[in-house]
């Protein structure tokens, strides 16, 4: 059996609850719910249980002390043809060093490496057939949203699983303290 896995940090409730009031105004957008909620640290794809085991132990030796986190801005993949909506996090280097090592983690077992940069963000909603100027105007109206910073003091391993609407699609596997 193979599991589509990915490391993140999970949003606290009471941060997500309050971005799913910006869920609002674009028309054919997928919205998330607040339990999907995450920023992605690394995703590793379809892998089988060997490997994901190993790989749970190259996460486990991780060492990175807790830091905080707070979202700042909005945004979307896809440029004329948009994606995903998302928002993003306020730069913070023990964040992209946590990414990093999740990186070194997944080439200690083999994966092939990430090719796309890091992009630390919380995706709002997948994005259908959307007319551009409702994701531009999306984004200028959260361009200055923020949240209060909150303490990231552990990450996880997730799976992913195809399901029905309103169903979580996320499965923790494993849990990594920081500290």
Known sequence: MS????????????????????????????????SAMHITLRFFGEIDERLAEELDHELGR??????????????SFGRTEPHAIWLG???????DSLASACERAARRTGLSPEKRAFKPHVTLAYLGRTDLDRVQAFER?????????????????????????????Y???????LG
């Not at 991780?62 to 945004?75: D, N, Q, V």
């Open 3 to 34: 599991l589509r896995l990915f490391a993140a940090l999970p949003v606290p409730a009471e941060i997500a609850v309050r971005l799913t009031g910006l869920q609002k105004g674009v028309t054919g957008a997928r919205w998330r719910a607040a």
């Open 62 to 75: 991780i060492a990175c002390k807790p830091f905080e986190l707070a979202i700042r801005g909005a945004g």
């Open 89 to 95: 996090i306020a730069p913070q280097p023990a964040l």
């Open 141 to 169: 109206r959260n361009a200055l949203f923020q949240t209060p910073a909150w303490k990231a003091d552990r990450f996880y391993l997730y799976s992913s699983w195809q399901r029905g609407r309103g169903a979580d699609p």
């Open 171 to 177: 499965r923790i596997e494993a849990e990594y303290p």
